[in-house]
């Protein structure tokens, strides 16, 4: 006789495995414990790049009424502003690392909360929902690399654009195309090239979908689909004479080729004039609000077009971090296009044989997705691995169910080029979208399972159930495994830390060596100097010490960022300071930012060569060198380390 659990508690189970009160409840504990967790995480150590300053000086010039771009640097749109800055103005909080941080944990759970509800309305599966938010959480835990960066804003939006998907196929589907046109064009207006993945996404779904289906509308939307597979190598064409450029793109094109040969071949034709016209109206009207504002508040119109397009677009040739693909990704990216192709011919060749790979293709498919995603999104695993098999969750129509989910797997897909040209925390950006992609397939897998080929548990003596709670099982333990080891250690890290106790980051915890060299550079400067310019950008500093910035042009590396038009402000603003005028270097970093850029020539630009020939050094605190303008020491300096 077979082994077999108790008919009831299967039957339990299986109806608990969709009931909506499970993942409200599921949900609300996830949320609960990655808040918990994601505190710790947040608050634990500090970046010496210092996108964070970067980001708090900028966002606290444009309250106090900067002129953005005109006045205020920024490679950033418009909507950032106009999302973030509200936030801090309506809590009444500062501008503040401790405050910024908090912002992100709270928009960290709202992604991953979204991600699971929109996973639990497409499949109605609590157990992948549950996963997914673990997963999400878990994979997005380099949110915490560079607090409240557009990347975090960002990330809140697709996901929020998922869970708009799942409207795609109901009765509200007009409004949803109006509140995802608005929130395409957000995204667009805060970082162009994801904001056009979004649209790329979009108006491929839009086209393709729409009825009733012609010869024109069919070709337009395979020429459409050609331009979209060349995408990736248009976007790195400057850089795929670097091998890992190539395999990127490649990556990438495959990919998207297996996508959309999918999407062609299974296309409803489901959509009407006012959808499309619902989603230019959302899309037009955020858009126009957003850059109306931004002229109004004094920005001109060249000030504009630089900040969010031309800008922008250069910012691939000043700096590009490699992503670490192997040659083996060729042979997997080709090996999932072909798959496909072989899909789609036994599809109208073998449609028996077809039926029968759907759903353990599915399950398999969406496994693999979730498996690389167990210990975090820092890894180009995810993408080289998982990318390949995202068409899988869109291999076979859903009747009722199609538009969402297609919608949902073309942004995974062109999203995934968001880790181009930095593949630093934008490669956790680039991919947590393929976790509910994966986590949406395996789901629907075990459905079709169940019911098409029910004969098939039949065999093995099982209840019809059992698949969906075996999965159910492995699942959540899955996914809670993750939870556990990724955020297990963060705790202890933490309070084995101390507190970097400056102004603003009271709640910061990092190492004692280095509160002690910020705390010292703080108060040396603090009492050293009246004006203050860093090599690179360290804006943090200035929100330490309480000495503001020479002008509004603020940023990281800005050897390569700002013009020589701009750096010639900054220095003219310095040598019309009174009292003493300092300048904080550190080599290391500037050593970092040379690699990077691949300049050798960073320290003869204009601000660092009045920097090299006004100033000499008077302080050595860690990594940091105090210089003071013409020679002028204050007694009592600090002696190097």
């Given at each position: 006789m077979r082994n077999r659990l108790p008919a009831g508690l299967v039957a339990f189970t299986h109806r608990l495995v969709a009931a909506p009160w499970a993942f409200g409840v599921a949900a609300l504990g996830v949320t609960g414990a990655s808040v918990f967790a994601s505190y710790y995480v947040v608050f634990t150590g500090f970046r010496p790049y210092d996108d964070?300053?970067?980001i708090l000086v900028m966002l606290r010039e444009y309250a106090r009424g900067g002129v953005l771009y005109d006045d205020v640097y920024s490679q950033y749109g418009p909507s950032y502003f106009q999302i973030v800055n509200p936030i801090f103005a309506s809590l009444g909080l500062a501008f503040s690392h401790d405050n910024a941080r908090l912002?992100?944990?709270?928009?960290?759970?709202?992604a991953?909360?979204?991600?699971?509800?929109?996973?639990?309305?497409?499949?109605?599966?609590?157990?992948?929902?549950?996963?997914c938010h673990l997963l999400v959480t878990v994979n997005l835990i380099p949110l915490r690399n560079e607090p409240l960066h557009p990347g975090v804003v960002l990330v809140l939006i697709l996901s929020l654009l998922a869970l708009l998907a799942t409207f795609l196929d109901g009765s509200r589907r007009s409004l949803a195309f109006l509140l995802i046109g608005g929130m395409t064009a957000l995204a667009v207006l805060i970082k162009i090239n994801v904001g056009a993945f979004a649209v790329a996404a979009l108006a491929f779904t839009l086209i393709s979908e729409l009825g009733p289906r012609s010869r024109t509308q069919t070709l337009l939307a395979r020429i459409i689909a050609g331009v979209l597979i060349l995408l990736p190598a248009a976007l790195m064409f400057s850089r795929l004479n670097q091998q890992w450029a190539r395999t990127y793109a490649i990556l990438v094109s495959c990919a998207a080729a297996a996508v959309l040969l999918t999407l062609l071949r299974g296309a409803s034709g489901a959509l009407a004039p006012r959808h499309v016209a619902a989603t230019i109206a959302g899309f037009g009207t955020v858009a126009v609000l957003s850059l109306g504002f931004t002229l109004l508040r004094g920005t001109t119109i060249s000030g504009l077009l630089e900040g969010v397009l031309t800008g922008p677009v250069q910012h691939p040739a000043r700096f590009a971090i490699p992503l670490g693909l192997s040659l083996q990704t060729l042979w997997w990216s080709v090996f999932g296009l072909g798959i496909a192709v072989v899909f789609a011919w036994t599809g109208r060749r073998a449609p028996a044989v077809h039926d029968v790979v759907v759903g353990p293709g599915?399950?398999?498919?969406?496994?693999?997705?979730?498996?690389?995603?167990?210990?975090?999104?820092?890894?180009?695993?995810?993408?080289?691995?998982?990318?390949?098999?995202?068409?899988?969750?869109?291999?076979?129509a859903t009747p009722g169910r199609t538009i969402g989910r297609r919608l949902l797997v073309l942004m995974a897909v062109f999203q995934s080029l968001h880790a181009y040209p930095i593949a630093?925390?934008?490669?956790?950006?680039?991919?947590?979208?393929?976790?509910?992609?994966?986590?949406?397939?395996?789901?629907?897998?075990?459905t079709w399972i169940q019911e098409s080929r029910p004969h098939w548990i039949a065999r093995i003596g099982a209840s019809p159930a059992f698949p969906s709670v075996l999965v159910a099982g492995v699942l959540l333990s899955f996914g809670l495994s993750s939870f556990r080891t990724n955020f297990g250690p963060v705790r202890q890290a933490y309070e084995a830390a101390v507190p970097l106790d400056l102004p603003g980051a009271t709640r910061v915890h990092v190492n004692s060596r280095e509160a002690s060299v910020y705390q010292r550079l703080v108060h040396d400067v603090s009492s050293r100097c009246d004006a203050l310019i860093t090599l690179p950008g360290f804006n943090s500093l200035h929100l330490f010490t309480g000495i503001e910035p020479p002008t509004r042009l603020n940023t990281t590396a800005w050897f390569t960022m700002l013009t020589q038009a701009q750096q010639n402000t900054i220095v003219r603003r310095l040598a019309g300071a009174r009292g003493t005028v300092c300048a904080?270097?550190?080599?290391?970093?500037?050593?970092?930012?040379?690699?990077?850029?691949?300049?050798?020539?960073?320290?003869?630009v204009p601000l660092a060569q009045y920097v090299r020939t006004q100033f000499v050094p008077v302080a050595r605190i860690g990594h940091y060198e105090i210089m003071v303008r013409g020679g002028s020491i204050v007694p009592g300096s600090l002696a190097s380390e």
């Amino acid at each position: 006789m077979r082994n077999r659990l108790p008919a009831g508690l299967v039957a339990f189970t299986h109806r608990l495995v969709a009931a909506p009160w499970a993942f409200g409840v599921a949900a609300l504990g996830v949320t609960g414990a990655s808040v918990f967790a994601s505190y710790y995480v947040v608050f634990t150590g500090f970046r010496p790049y210092d996108d964070e300053g970067y980001i708090l000086v900028m966002l606290r010039e444009y309250a106090r009424g900067g002129v953005l771009y005109d006045d205020v640097y920024s490679q950033y749109g418009p909507s950032y502003f106009q999302i973030v800055n509200p936030i801090f103005a309506s809590l009444g909080l500062a501008f503040s690392h401790d405050n910024a941080r908090l912002i992100v944990i709270a928009l960290w759970a709202i992604a991953s909360l979204a991600c699971a509800i929109a996973v639990y309305r497409f499949t109605s599966n609590v157990p992948a929902a549950v996963a997914c938010h673990l997963l999400v959480t878990v994979n997005l835990i380099p949110l915490r690399n560079e607090p409240l960066h557009p990347g975090v804003v960002l990330v809140l939006i697709l996901s929020l654009l998922a869970l708009l998907a799942t409207f795609l196929d109901g009765s509200r589907r007009s409004l949803a195309f109006l509140l995802i046109g608005g929130m395409t064009a957000l995204a667009v207006l805060i970082k162009i090239n994801v904001g056009a993945f979004a649209v790329a996404a979009l108006a491929f779904t839009l086209i393709s979908e729409l009825g009733p289906r012609s010869r024109t509308q069919t070709l337009l939307a395979r020429i459409i689909a050609g331009v979209l597979i060349l995408l990736p190598a248009a976007l790195m064409f400057s850089r795929l004479n670097q091998q890992w450029a190539r395999t990127y793109a490649i990556l990438v094109s495959c990919a998207a080729a297996a996508v959309l040969l999918t999407l062609l071949r299974g296309a409803s034709g489901a959509l009407a004039p006012r959808h499309v016209a619902a989603t230019i109206a959302g899309f037009g009207t955020v858009a126009v609000l957003s850059l109306g504002f931004t002229l109004l508040r004094g920005t001109t119109i060249s000030g504009l077009l630089e900040g969010v397009l031309t800008g922008p677009v250069q910012h691939p040739a000043r700096f590009a971090i490699p992503l670490g693909l192997s040659l083996q990704t060729l042979w997997w990216s080709v090996f999932g296009l072909g798959i496909a192709v072989v899909f789609a011919w036994t599809g109208r060749r073998a449609p028996a044989v077809h039926d029968v790979v759907v759903g353990p293709g599915r399950v398999a498919a969406g496994a693999l997705v979730l498996w690389t995603s167990y210990s975090g999104g820092l890894k180009s695993t995810t993408l080289s691995v998982a990318l390949p098999l995202v068409w899988t969750a869109v291999a076979t129509a859903t009747p009722g169910r199609t538009i969402g989910r297609r919608l949902l797997v073309l942004m995974a897909v062109f999203q995934s080029l968001h880790a181009y040209p930095i593949a630093g925390s934008q490669m956790s950006w680039a991919t947590f979208l393929l976790i509910p992609v994966g986590a949406t397939a395996l789901a629907d897998g075990v459905t079709w399972i169940q019911e098409s080929r029910p004969h098939w548990i039949a065999r093995i003596g099982a209840s019809p159930a059992f698949p969906s709670v075996l999965v159910a099982g492995v699942l959540l333990s899955f996914g809670l495994s993750s939870f556990r080891t990724n955020f297990g250690p963060v705790r202890q890290a933490y309070e084995a830390a101390v507190p970097l106790d400056l102004p603003g980051a009271t709640r910061v915890h990092v190492n004692s060596r280095e509160a002690s060299v910020y705390q010292r550079l703080v108060h040396d400067v603090s009492s050293r100097c009246d004006a203050l310019i860093t090599l690179p950008g360290f804006n943090s500093l200035h929100l330490f010490t309480g000495i503001e910035p020479p002008t509004r042009l603020n940023t990281t590396a800005w050897f390569t960022m700002l013009t020589q038009a701009q750096q010639n402000t900054i220095v003219r603003r310095l040598a019309g300071a009174r009292g003493t005028v300092c300048a904080v270097r550190n080599a290391t970093m500037i050593a970092l930012v040379s690699r990077i850029a691949r300049r050798t020539d960073l320290e003869d630009v204009p601000l660092a060569q009045y920097v090299r020939t006004q100033f000499v050094p008077v302080a050595r605190i860690g990594h940091y060198e105090i210089m003071v303008r013409g020679g002028s020491i204050v007694p009592g300096s600090l002696a190097s380390e």
